[in-house]
């Protein structure tokens, strides 16, 4: 071997590494981010035992709309507030503000675990709209992952049984809301910027909920639960910059399977928190959902139709 084919071998070697350091570096941060994701979800959980619902869900957008200007405004300057589509951003926001609204909602009479498992259905619903709607070509293996989800989530909600209500069907609207959010973020991130999409998501999410606060505002009992709403805020505002940061170092089809990591960490957060743990059943689905949607999810990614984001709330 020439010294020359040395050093070029000894170059891909760095190469490779480094190309592995930051793909573990992406994994890391995908599951920093769902953790953070999980606990928004636990911190909203708690927080409707006292706060309004609606109250809740303005803190949540108001720190995210004020943060992201802050950190992105005095950078970009005017040019994050262009955008050719101001109809579809200010859709875009209504529905992600509607899919949170249904998650406080569906957090106030679920078990997080079965919650997240539920909402995280998601990308196969995706599916079904870009079948149905956007008459594109689904193939049998892909129809057969949408099939199992949906086994998982009836598995999960039983119908007919004792433990079934109607508030189980609460995160059923949030994931189709958050399926139309997902298919419009496809659309919207062919001409615009994604930090402006950010940043008009925000702000429409604050604004459409400061017309509702007058009717939700209450006087909360103790600093904690402002401290506990502010928690929301930082945990939901941090999260998906945490996702950006994660998405910049490794291929989404490597990381989106591991978003379902974030039905693990909802399992121990409703341990902690509320002594909820899901019965055989309920994890049986759960495994179900999670099997599917990373299957789902990952052919998704792969074929470059719809970028996979998580539900908020």
Same mark, same amino acid.
């Not at 979800?41 to 927080?47: C, G, H, V």
């Not at 910027?193 to 505002?217: D, E």
């Not at 121990?268 to 049986?284: K, V």
């Given at each position: 071997?020439?010294?020359?084919?040395?050093?070029? #071998?000894?170059?891909?070697?760095?190469?490779? /590494?480094?190309?592995?350091?930051r793909?573990? !570096?992406?994994? =890391?941060?995908?599951? $920093?981010?769902?953790?953070?994701?999980?606990?928004l979800?636990?911190?909203? *959980?708690?927080?409707?035992?006292?706060?309004?619902?609606?109250?809740?869900?303005?803190?949540?957008? @108001?720190?995210? !709309?004020? !943060?992201t200007? $802050?950190?992105?405004?005095?950078?970009? =300057?005017?040019?994050?507030?262009?955008?050719?589509?101001?109809?579809?951003?200010?859709?875009?926001? @209504?529905?992600?503000?509607?899919?949170s609204?249904?998650?406080?909602?569906?957090?106030?009479?679920?078990?997080?675990?079965?919650?997240t498992?539920?909402?995280?259905? @998601?990308?196969?619903?995706?599916?079904?709209?870009?079948?149905?709607?956007? *008459?594109?070509?689904?193939?049998? $293996?892909?129809w057969?992952?949408?099939?199992?989800?949906? !086994?998982?989530t &009836?598995?999960?909600?039983?119908p007919?049984?004792?433990?079934?209500?109607?508030?189980? &069907?609460?995160?059923?609207?949030?994931? &189709?809301?958050?399926?139309?959010?997902?298919?419009?973020?496809?659309?919207?991130?062919?001409?615009?910027?994604?930090?402006?999409m950010?940043?008009?998501?925000?702000?429409?999410g604050?604004?459409?909920? #400061?017309?509702?606060?007058?009717?939700?505002?209450?006087?909360?009992?103790?600093?904690?639960?402002?401290?506990?709403?502010?928690?929301?805020g930082?945990?939901g505002t941090? =999260?998906?910059?945490?996702?950006i940061?994660?998405?910049?170092?490794?291929?989404?089809?490597?990381?989106?399977?591991?978003?379902?990591?974030?039905?693990?960490?909802?399992?121990? =957060?409703?341990?902690?928190?509320?002594?909820?743990?899901? /019965?055989?059943?309920?994890?049986?689905?759960?495994?179900?959902?999670?099997?599917?949607?990373? @299957?789902g999810?990952?052919l998704t990614?792969?074929?470059?139709?719809?970028?996979?984001?998580?539900?908020?709330?």
């Amino acid at each position: 071997m020439t010294a020359l084919e040395s050093g070029g #071998s000894a170059a891909r070697k760095i190469t490779r /590494d480094l190309e592995s350091e930051r793909i573990l !570096a992406g994994i =890391g941060l995908v599951l $920093l981010a769902v953790a953070c994701f999980a606990t928004l979800d636990t911190a909203t *959980k708690l927080s409707t035992a006292a706060v309004p619902i609606l109250m809740g869900v303005w803190v949540r957008y @108001a720190f995210q !709309a004020v !943060a992201t200007t $802050l950190v992105l405004l005095p950078k970009h =300057g005017p040019r994050l507030l262009r955008t050719q589509h101001p109809k579809y951003q200010l859709l875009r926001g @209504a529905l992600l503000l509607a899919s949170s609204t249904l998650a406080f909602l569906s957090l106030r009479y679920m078990p997080l675990a079965e919650f997240t498992s539920i909402v995280l259905i @998601a990308p196969l619903v995706i599916t079904l709209l870009a079948a149905t709607t956007l *008459k594109e070509q689904v193939s049998p $293996l892909r129809w057969a992952l949408v099939a199992g989800g949906f !086994a998982g989530t &009836l598995v999960i909600l039983r119908p007919g049984g004792e433990a079934f209500s109607w508030a189980m &069907l609460l995160p059923i609207g949030l994931v &189709l809301t958050n399926a139309w959010f997902q298919v419009l973020t496809s659309k919207l991130a062919r001409t615009e910027n994604p930090l402006t999409m950010h940043f008009y998501t925000g702000w429409v999410g604050a604004l459409l909920a #400061s017309v509702a606060l007058p009717f939700a505002w209450t006087t909360l009992p103790s600093w904690h639960w402002w401290a506990l709403l502010c928690l929301m805020g930082f945990m939901g505002t941090v =999260g998906h910059f945490i996702l950006i940061l994660a998405y910049q170092r490794a291929p989404a089809s490597t990381l989106t399977p591991y978003l379902y990591a974030q039905i693990a960490f909802a399992m121990l =957060g409703g341990w902690l928190m509320f002594s909820q743990i899901p /019965d055989t059943i309920s994890l049986t689905g759960m495994a179900l959902i999670a099997i599917c949607g990373a @299957a789902g999810a990952w052919l998704t990614v792969r074929e470059r139709r719809v970028p996979i984001e998580p539900a908020e709330s």
